[in-house]
């Protein structure tokens, strides 16, 4: 999710991050650990290319880490994250799977499903997307990632112009306690209130 900071408001941010140059952009991790960036003006190739060495290092590490310990759920969850964001779809689904057997039901796991569910779509294959989102949903536990979950279902419903089921995923998010006010506002949006 980009954001953009003005240096001048947020120089906590500047000294956590150890900014020293502008601009900066930061990929961070789910827990806001910077994992890459780039200083300075780049061209949108090279921008991508930075997030791609990015989406490698992060798959790179997960997979050693389930070689260290293929028993642990939160690596394989962690890894099939790693695997949606890179696109690698059908192996991110076994990962993911593979980290609900072992018994691993905790937020890196819903949020994989989420990020699974987010790729599907933007691919166009919501029956796929909508699976995802309905996981993601069942198993997260707060409400960032359900109500994700939930627009991502709204959105899904939508697109296959199943409207009632998209109006009760609306529904459902503006009822969401202590939902993130850009899934409150997206749901409102498509109910047109």
Known sequence: MPVRLDADKNKPILVKYGIRGLPTILFLDERGKAVGGVVGYRSAKKLVAAFEDVLR??????????????????????????RAQAGALAQARADL?????IGYHGPLLAQGY????????????????????????????????????????????????????????????????????????????????
């Not at 790179?60 to 099939?80: C, F, I, M, T, Y």
């Not at 799977?97 to 057997?101: D, E, G, N, Q």
């Not at 919501?126 to 960032?144: N, Q, S, V």
């Open 57 to 82: 290092q992060r798959v790179s590490q997960a997979q050693s880490a389930v070689r260290k310990n293929p028993h642990d759920g939160e690596s394989h969850a962690r890894l099939g994250l790693a």
């Open 97 to 101: 799977t593979k980290a609900a057997a």
């Open 114 to 193: 989420n990020m699974l569910g987010d790729q599907y779509a933007r691919g166009g294959k919501l029956d796929e997307a909508i699976e995802a989102y309905k996981r993601a949903d069942r198993i997260g536990k707060t409400p960032a990632i359900r109500a994700h979950a939930k627009c991502g279902l709204m959105q899904a419903y939508h697109g296959k112009q199943d409207e009632h089921r998209a109006k009760r995923m609306a529904q459902a998010v503006t009822r969401l306690k202590k939902a993130p006010a850009q899934y409150v506002e997206a749901a409102r949006k498509y109910l047109g209130t």
